[in-house]
C-alpha cells in the first residue's frame, strides 16, 4: 500500500520560516517526481515546487527565491524549506508522486499578518 505523510506545518508570523516533509513507502518502481502542491481557501490547487530523483528542480514564480525543494532519495522523503513566508502562502500544502494518483493528507501552514 502506497503512502505519502507530510509534517512540519503550522503557524508562523509573516517573515518566518518552515520546513515540510514529505515520506513515502510502499514504492517499488523507480523514484518518481515528487512535487509541493497548495490549497488555499476558494482556490484550485496549484504547484509549488516540484523535484526529479536527480535533483532537477521547477517552482512557481511565487515561490522562487523564497522556498527551495530537496529530496533524500535514500529516506523515500522531499522537504520543502519555506523563509520569509507572507500570508498569502496561507493553504493546505500536500505532497504527490507527481504522474501518480497518490498524494499525502496534506498539512496546514497558517501565515499570520
Known amino acids: 500500500q502506497v503512502q505519502l505523510v507530510e509534517s512540519g506545518g503550522g503557524l508562523v508570523q509573516a517573515g518566518g520560516s518552515l520546513r515540510l516533509s514529505c515520506t513515502y513507502s510502499?514504492?517499488?518502481?523507480?523514484?518518481?517526481?515528487m512535487g509541493w502542491y497548495r490549497q488555499a481557501p476558494g482556490k484550485q490547487r496549484e504547484l509549488v515546487a516540484s523535484?526529479?530523483?536527480?535533483?532537477?528542480?521547477n517552482y512557481a514564480d511565487s515561490a522562487k527565491g523564497r522556498f527551495s525543494i530537496s529530496r533524500d532519495n535514500s529516506k523515500n522523503t522531499a522537504y520543502l524549506q519555506m523563509n520569509d513566508l507572507k500570508p498569502e502562502d496561507t493553504a493546505v500544502y500536500y505532497c504527490?508522486?507527481?504522474?501518480?494518483?497518490?498524494w499525502g493528507q496534506g498539512t496546514q501552514v497558517t501565515v499570520s499578518p
Open positions: 504527490q508522486l507527481v504522474g501518480s494518483s497518490y
Open positions: 510502499g514504492i517499488t518502481t523507480s523514484p518518481y517526481v
Open positions: 523535484i526529479s530523483p536527480h535533483g532537477n528542480t
